[in-house]
């Protein structure tokens, strides 16, 4: 693989692992009235049979990650990009779902240890619910997002005029296209969640307001700053648009960088916030929290599936936000999304990937035509047409448009760095003979499987 790639896996990969890593340990310990995902009570963390628990979860998280690790440095001695890039995916995945694992055996062992000091209550479920000021608790506005919305769609719409090369631009505006969508979705999230119902702490309905007023307004200075960030990034990649495209494209991937340690940031606040406010509250905690649902609903401690329950969305027992009931047709159509999203992407990148990167370059001189073959017939440039035929060794700076770039193929539209000139290709890269020619308005560079029969081509052409 190229340098870029073997960067791109590192900088995405490794940070996934350590952050996934840290938030298992982190709930590792008692939190709120919960160890390892199940109902706790204060002093049960000190008992040998539980710190046992906690010492082989520790031990079964560390081989985890090490073994991932080195997995993970091991794809970077893979030479096909589109092998890969498909080990990769998968690699991503299983970096999520093999670090949970330790956790909700960990979970299972806790709850079996309960039922055995008949600490278990089994099928008690209890569901409280805080009528007073019921439906009035409202922290959060659409109006909140207007601002934002409003500076994030224009820097957005501002490559159209700043951007010259007509490709380029409507490429870039998809780009920051995306990340307005990103604000829309905070948006929505902030309400949704911002409408979700109270959590009971206490007897006392002062109490119980009172504690989810001020999370709520933490939740919502979340948001906010999740919001702003997003403008303002898309705000300098619109500023950075002005001085060209690679330019643009440059501080793109710079700002996303600082986005998400930004939000990373963010969320770690979130997270110390909330148990500071827990630890202001907790004199008043005649109801622990975590105390409503039952440990059965909660499966390994990480997925509430609870078909007595109606409620479509839970406040997460591990990490910060709610959680989806799994149950709930609403659950059962996003796990079927997600496990379609998931399948597909590893489908894709195996299935489509993989024989485009390893499926020979072919070209051909037939019924008065260069026909040029990868997967499928991509150019049909007719002989009397080509003008200006010249077999190269070299290739100028090229940046790509659209297409396909591999380390050994490069295909579609790409364009001249010194001279902006737009052309297409169809070659590999690691070759080191090409034809070069215009047709109408278009430079192409080409080549076939190997010099030899680049060569070939060309004298045919020539003759």
Not at 213 to 240: D, E, I
Not at 328 to 347: D, H
Not at 384 to 390: A, H, R, V
Request: hydrophobic content about 45%.
């Amino acid at each position: 693989m190229d340098m870029t790639t073997t960067l791109t896996l590192l900088a995405c990969g490794v940070p996934i692992l350590l952050i996934v890593y840290g938030v298992m340990r982190y709930y590792s310990r008692p939190r709120d009235g919960l160890l390892f995902g199940a109902r706790a009570e204060p002093g049960w963390a000190e008992e040998p049979e539980v710190k046992a628990i906690r010492r082989s979860f520790i031990r079964q998280m560390n081989w985890c990650t090490l073994i991932l690790l080195v997995i993970q440095l091991g794809l970077l001695l893979v030479p096909y990009f589109s092998i890969a890039l498909t080990a990769w995916v998968v690699w991503m995945i299983a970096a999520i779902v093999v670090l949970e694992i330790p956790y909700a055996r960990a979970n299972r062992t806790l709850r079996h240890w309960k039922a055995e000091r008949g600490y278990a209550r089994s099928g008690e479920q209890r569901r409280l619910v805080e009528l007073k000021g019921l439906g009035r608790l409202r922290c959060v506005r659409w109006l909140d997002f207007l601002w934002p919305g409003i500076v994030c769609a224009a820097a957005c719409a501002a490559p159209v005029w700043l951007v010259k090369e007509s490709p380029e631009k409507w490429l870039l505006v998809g780009t920051l296209a995306t990340f307005l969508l990103v604000e829309v979705i905070f948006g929505i999230c902030a309400v949704w969640m911002d409408r979700t119902r109270n959590t009971i702490i206490s007897t006392d309905s002062r109490v119980n307001l009172n504690y989810n007023r001020a999370k709520r307004m933490l939740w919502r200075k979340m948001w906010l700053w999740c919001a702003w960030l997003t403008a303002a990034l898309v705000a300098a990649c619109a500023a950075g648009s002005d001085g060209g495209f690679n330019m643009a494209m440059t501080a793109v991937g710079v700002g996303s960088a600082v986005y998400g340690a930004a939000v990373l940031a963010l969320c770690i606040w979130l997270i110390r916030a909330q148990r500071v406010l827990n630890r202001f509250y907790q004199p008043q905690m005649d109801l622990p929290i975590g105390s409503i649902e039952d440990d059965d609903c909660w499966l390994g401690g990480l997925i509430y599936y609870n078909p007595d329950d109606r409620r479509v969305n839970v406040e997460k027992r591990v990490g910060v936000g709610f959680t989806i009931n799994m149950a709930t047709p609403v659950g059962k159509v996003f796990s079927a999304v997600i496990t379609l999203l998931i399948v597909g992407t590893v489908v894709f990148c195996g299935v489509f990937t993989i024989p485009v990167e390893f499926c020979p370059l072919t070209l051909s001189v037939e019924r008065g035509a260069l026909t040029a073959v990868q997967v499928r017939e991509d150019y049909s440039i007719p002989l009397d047409s080509i003008e200006g035929l010249e077999l190269v060794q070299s290739l100028p700076s090229l940046a790509r448009v659209n297409g396909t770039g591999m380390p050994k193929l490069s295909k579609g539209t790409y364009r001249d760095r010194d001279t902006g000139e737009r052309c297409e290709l169809f070659l590999n890269p690691e070759n080191g003979e090409f034809l070069k020619f215009a047709s109408g308005d278009t430079t192409y560079y080409m080549s076939a499987a190997d010099d030899e029969q680049t060569v070939e081509i060309y004298h045919e052409l020539v003759h």
